[in-house]
């Protein structure tokens, strides 16, 4: 069964500690891109990365960071300086954008982070 | 930047179409629309993307004005099910970037 699986489904933390959201896909795809959703809100891209090694800020990249070293991981930690990480986080996958070519992205079923 | 413009909730009567607007006015020619849908505390799920054609699969219909400033999503036949909060969205190169609006929340009534 191919798919993107993030763990925990919920996770708590106390102010001040570094958290770390996990996010792993089996489809093969070189792209994956994390976002945050608040109450009411659309999702806003955190960070993105198009292959292993490599990755870019998106619109509110600060307070967070990401790793790629395995085509099939992109963990997120949300770091103490996020003023507010408590929010809805998903990650999602893709095939590598080519100009040519239009790849839809498959989302996981997201981690609700909740830091008191 | 709101790339996309939708209304924030429609109604919907279950069995009959479902026909969501979106305006994208500032979309560029490489500019792909694209629309997904997010039950509550879910990720969301891909319906359909387009260009410039009015495009189809077995969930719903595109259909993409000429100018290409504004599209629709149909649902031929609403069920209960697809009550959902539903987003349409412009994806931006070179990272094939996503920028999500509220969406419209679509609620079908039996």
């Known amino acids: 069964d191919g798919g993107i699986t993030q763990s925990p489904k919920y996770l708590f933390r106390k102010e001040g500690q570094n958290v770390t959201l996990s996010c792993e896909q089996n489809?093969?795809?070189?792209?994956m891109y994390w976002y945050r959703q608040d109450p009411g809100q659309g999702l806003r891209l955190i960070y993105y990365s198009q292959i292993v090694n490599d990755f870019q800020k998106g619109d509110i990249a600060e307070g967070y960071s990401v790793s790629r070293e395995k085509k099939e991981s992109f963990p997120l930690t949300v770091t103490s300086a996020q003023k507010n990480p408590t929010a809805f986080y998903l990650c999602?996958?893709?095939?590598?954008?080519?100009?040519?070519?239009?790849?839809?992205?498959?989302f996981g079923p997201g981690t609700r982070l909740t830091v008191t | 930047d709101a790339k996309t413009t939708q209304p924030t909730s429609m109604d919907c009567a279950e069995g009959r179409a479902a026909n969501l607007p979106c305006n994208h006015s500032t979309i560029s020619g490489n500019e792909y629309v694209y629309w997904y849908r997010q039950i509550h505390s879910q990720g969301p799920q891909y319906i359909i993307h387009g260009l410039k054609n009015n495009e189809t699969n077995e969930m719903a219909s595109l259909i993409i004005t000429e100018d290409r400033k504004s599209s629709t999503l149909i649902l031929p036949h609403a069920t209960l099910r697809d009550t959902a909060v539903y987003y349409c969205i412009v994806r931006v190169a070179p990272g094939n970037q996503f920028y999500f609006g509220t969406g419209t929340s679509l609620t079908v009534i039996p």
């Open positions: 489809l093969n795809h070189d792209a």
């Open positions: 999602a996958s893709s095939r590598k954008y080519t100009s040519r070519n239009a790849y839809e992205q498959y």
